[in-house]
């Protein structure tokens, strides 16, 4: 008898699983039990997405308060919906470790409705961490004549050297590759500018502009109109990334106030705050409206 048994899980069972990881973080951090949530998920997921997401929470033990967009949820979080009267035109610039989304939001007394969205679902941090990657094996290769692509053990410590370098470079002109007895026992000591990096990965971070272009077109919205581009998503701390948007809105100095790995969970917050009275200003509770 073979002792592995295959289990299939859904992908609600999958999602539920990270939530539940999520529920019990939350729980140790604020000393009681949670049973209520707010859920983020990309604009462009459909209906039955939605319910699948919903249905994850569910599994997960808690009840669903609400699904909202994620843009929707950022700009919460900066409260743009406070900031001035009439309606405000919001690019949201979504740049993460796998995904890159890109969302036009028309936000108006409380209403915020998503015009447009586009991306590149298979563009993000990892693919920046890739080019460093071949790189470095490149520059291995030349130094001691060995080639280390086929050593999955050496690959991935690499990787990670290489992923801590990319942070590095966030703030720093040069950032150093150390890692110990790599490959047959050589020590790979070495280092990378922020020039050389940026040269390295200048076409994957140009190839943002694409999405955002096709987003403002899809909106019928010129890049003029636009009043905030906020950036959420870890990869925004790239300053070539920046740079390139804010060259695309001809100056335009973009949004990023908040912490970009936290701004979506942080307006999703506010939203659950709002939905069950426990924050904000009185009588601020129904100033939300979320429209998809």
Do not use: W
């Amino acid at each position: 008898m073979n002792k592995y048994q295959v289990k299939r899980f859904t992908p609600e069972e999958i999602s539920s699983m990270v939530l539940s990881k999520m529920k019990e973080t939350a729980e140790t951090f604020v000393g009681k039990e949670i049973k209520n949530a707010v859920i983020t998920c990309p604009a462009y997921f459909n209906d039955s997405q939605r319910q699948a997401t919903k249905d994850a929470g569910t599994i997960a033990g808690m009840n669903v308060m609400r699904i909202i967009n994620e843009p929707t949820a950022a700009a919460i979080a900066y409260g743009l919906d406070k900031k001035s009267s009439g309606e405000k035109k919001v690019l949201i610039f979504d740049l993460r470790g796998g995904t890159f989304d890109v969302s036009v939001l028309a936000i108006e007394e409380g209403v915020f409705e998503v015009k447009a969205t586009n991306g590149d679902t298979h563009l993000g941090g990892e693919d920046f961490d890739n080019r460093l990657v071949k790189y470095f094996i490149g520059e291995f290769e030349r130094k001691y004549k060995k080639d280390i692509s086929g050593n999955a053990r050496a690959v991935r410590r690499l990787r990670t050297a290489c992923e801590r370098a990319k942070r590095t470079l966030s703030s720093a002109s040069v950032a150093n590759i150390e890692v110990d007895q790599l490959y047959e026992g050589i020590d790979f000591y070495t280092s990378i500018t922020r020039a050389r990096f940026e040269e390295i990965n200048i076409d994957l971070f140009k190839s943002t502009i694409g999405p955002v272009s096709r987003v403002l077109e899809d909106a019928k919205i010129d890049k003029s109109s636009i009043d905030e581009v906020v950036l959420i998503g870890g990869s925004t701390r790239i300053p070539k990334v920046v740079e390139i948007l804010k060259e695309f809105f001809n100056g335009k100095e973009p949004n990023k106030s908040i912490n970009p790995d936290e701004a979506v969970a942080y307006g999703a917050a506010v939203q659950a705050a709002i939905l069950t009275g426990t924050g904000g200003k009185a009588g601020e509770s129904k100033s939300i409206s979320l429209e998809r």
